[in-house]
Nanobody, 122 residues
Framework: QVQLVESGGGLVQAGASLRLSCVGSGRTFADDAMGWFRQAPGKEREFVAAIGSGTTYYSEAVKGRFTISRDNTRNTMSLQMNSLKPEDTARYYC?????????????????WGQGTQVTVSS
């Protein structure tokens, strides 16, 4: 069974940091683009960051504060989140797709995790 499992969410104060992790199982994701999305209550899911083969891309909302990375030997991906703001509060989802461009759209993405909750208090 192919799975992506997120961890590392929690409740923090504004200005704090969190590190999210995504572990893949059932297949290797080394050749796939991987990324993070988030969805706040009452809002649509939005793109956060993606990483391909030597390429990274961030939304304007998180650029300069979040850093995406991956370890293909461990089939994992991480999102280091610094200077967190209350507007970063959302459920964060790990995703993977064969296409970096497709992944960034968030549409018809092949693999999704179940998400991990991040809550930032003011």
């Amino acid at each position: 069974q192919v799975q992506l499992v997120e961890s590392g969410g929690g409740l923090v104060q504004a200005g704090a940091s969190l590190r999210l992790s995504c572990v893949g199982s059932g297949r290797t994701f080394a050749d796939d683009a991987m990324g993070w999305f988030r969805q706040a209550p009452g809002k649509e899911r939005e793109f956060v960051a993606a990483i391909g083969s030597g390429t990274t891309y961030y939304s304007e909302a998180v650029k300069g504060r979040f850093t995406i990375s991956r370890d293909n030997t461990r089939n994992t991906m991480s999102l280091q989140m610094n200077s967190l703001k209350p507007e970063d509060t959302a459920r964060y989802y790990c995703a993977a797709d064969y296409s970096f461009a497709q992944l960034r759209t968030g549409r018809n993405v092949y693999f999704w995790g179940q998400g991990t909750q991040v809550t930032v208090s003011s």
